[in-house]
């Protein structure tokens, strides 16, 4: 039920537009609203919302015309397509409800695992807000601080993908510009007419008497819990930040000193700037933290000017080392997740993971790597608050079709598969690709993978077709990989001699 029927790159041309030109010109359905879903992953949720007969069919997609690039997006034919190859699959009826989102996190009740990681996205008393009234469950206000802050500009860059959007994200952004003062104020405001939302205060400190003093002000505003920076890695200062968070007699030495200030929740913000982060959150467990955040960004440098010689954002001639997030951090932040949620040593302590979430699927996978609750920041950035309706809509029905009835019974499904080593690995059978030559369209990429960079196991008939040669493939996969059309899939095995 959950293969996609539609990709990103059937939209490619689509700007995901704020208050979009083609549901203005549509009358009959939201045509901005089914795009993101499709785009989002949760576009069985998209399908299910359809009426029962497709007002497309005959007609003159005004939708297209409308679009701010002129006739480039085939709105019309997505959403047939989701009426032809994704509403017959449905298998159970939407969620009319969202109690199975509900969780926890530190025995704080949540309405839905998701809430905005500390960053720009929860700088602000209106930020935090419109963010709640769009279905947040909570926020990690930026990390408050006496430090005086002044930024560059400009202070982000990016990667992109084929598809044109963000992958890899940079920023050289500290914390919190605002005054300790106007920050507590903010939270105390933001708790008083948000009561049932949570709100954790990231903080840090220059030294034991500093954090002590900050943790005691932040339950007294009113915070929820309480986020230890040890791992921004884009300090003007030495020996803040990621400095702390390699260093775990820093981290338990500072974890102590909040404790002492305060008796909400704290967690400690681990650095991804390590090889491994089991010491470091076995320190702060030591020093009285009930869980761990991670990952925060991984230190970088990206794209350098080939004729300036100036990594990107160039700040007049200059740049720097600074903190890489996104989608493609992904892989990286699932690895500690997961190494953290195996330690026993760490067991029962509460995971909120963060890095490249952009769909209810990435957080999902999370969930299942060991986390209890999900923080979001370079999507927000990207595509703004609007993505939560999405994160919790294909979660919910993801909950629904698998028969779960908690969010909860998510958490950790997927540890008991993953090894540190790959000495756990069967390796007596190979598993064949096999190709579907009505969607093949004889590119040929299959067969060129596999001769410069496989083992010569794919060779192209007359028709250009591929063809495969089963005593040279090694089952490897990548011809699957590399596949535009997705005409190749897994197939039947045989044993390895």
């Not at 689509?14 to 939201?30: E, Q, S, V, W």
């Not at 017959?88 to 969620?95: A, M, T, W």
């Not at 905005?116 to 996205?121: F, K, N, Q, R, T």
């Not at 999507?379 to 779960?404: S, T």
Request: glycine letters at 8%; aromatic letters at 6%; hydrophobic letters at 40%.
């Amino acid at each position: 039920m959950f293969e996609k029927k539609i990709y990103r790159s059937d939209m490619l041309r689509c700007a995901l537009c704020h208050d979009a030109p083609c549901t203005a010109a549509c009358g009959k359905l939201d045509p901005a609203r089914l795009l993101r879903s499709i785009w989002f992953d949760d576009e069985i949720n998209a399908a299910a919302s359809l009426p029962d007969i497709n007002p497309c069919a005959g007609c003159s997609a005004p939708c297209e015309a409308a679009c701010v690039r002129s006739h480039q997006v085939p709105i019309k034919s997505l959403i047939t397509r989701l009426y032809d190859q994704v509403r017959p699959e449905i298998e159970v009826p939407v969620p009319s409800d969202e109690e199975r989102l509900k969780t926890d996190l530190c025995e704080f009740p949540l309405e839905n695992p998701f809430i905005l990681a500390s960053s720009v996205v929860s700088s602000s008393y209106d930020m935090c807000a419109r963010a709640f009234d769009a279905g947040w469950a909570g926020a990690a206000f930026k990390t408050i601080c006496s430090i005086d802050i002044r930024e560059a500009s400009p202070r982000y860059s990016a990667v992109y993908g084929s598809d044109g959007s963000i992958i890899g994200f940079k920023n050289i952004e500290q914390l919190s510009r605002h005054s300790v003062e106007e920050d507590l104020k903010i939270i105390s405001e933001l708790k008083k007419k948000y009561p049932s939302k949570f709100i954790m205060a990231s903080i840090m400190g220059k030294d034991e008497a500093e954090w002590e003093s900050l943790a005691r002000q932040c339950q007294e505003s009113g915070a929820d819990a309480v986020e230890l920076n040890f791992s921004c890695p884009n300090m003007a200062e030495g020996g803040l930040g990621s400095d702390i968070g390699q260093v775990p007699y820093l981290v338990r030495l500072f974890t102590e000193a909040a404790r002492r200030g305060a008796s909400i929740p704290i967690l400690a913000k681990l650095t991804p700037n390590v090889s491994r982060m089991s010491p470091a959150a076995e320190a702060a467990r030591w020093g009285g933290a009930d869980g761990i955040a991670a990952i925060n960004t991984i230190k970088s440098i990206m794209g350098v000017n080939p004729h300036t010689y100036v990594s990107s954002p160039a700040v007049h001639g200059m740049s720097a080392v600074g903190g890489y997030s996104g989608n493609a951090v992904k892989p990286v932040a699932l690895r500690f997740i997961a190494e953290m949620a195996q330690n026993q040593a760490l067991k029962g302590m509460h995971l909120s993971a963060m890095g490249g979430v952009e769909t209810w699927q990435d957080a999902l996978e999370y969930l299942l790597m060991g986390a209890g609750s999900i923080q979001v920041a370079t999507a927000v950035m990207q595509y703004g608050n609007r993505i939560i309706d999405n994160l919790k809509a294909g979660l919910n029905f993801y909950l629904a079709a698998e028969g779960l009835n908690s969010v909860k019974e998510t958490v950790g499904l997927g540890l008991d598969t993953v090894s540190s080593t790959t000495n756990v690995l069967e390796r007596d059978t190979i598993l064949f690709p096999s190709f579907d030559h009505k969607k093949c369209i004889s590119c040929g990429r299959c067969a060129l993978s596999c001769k410069d960079g496989g083992h010569l196991a794919i060779s192209l008939n007359d028709k250009k077709k591929p063809v495969l040669d089963g005593n040279r493939c090694v089952g490897c996969h990548l011809c699957i990989l590399v596949c535009p059309q997705k005409a190749i899939t897994p197939s039947q095995k045989r044993i390895h001699i």
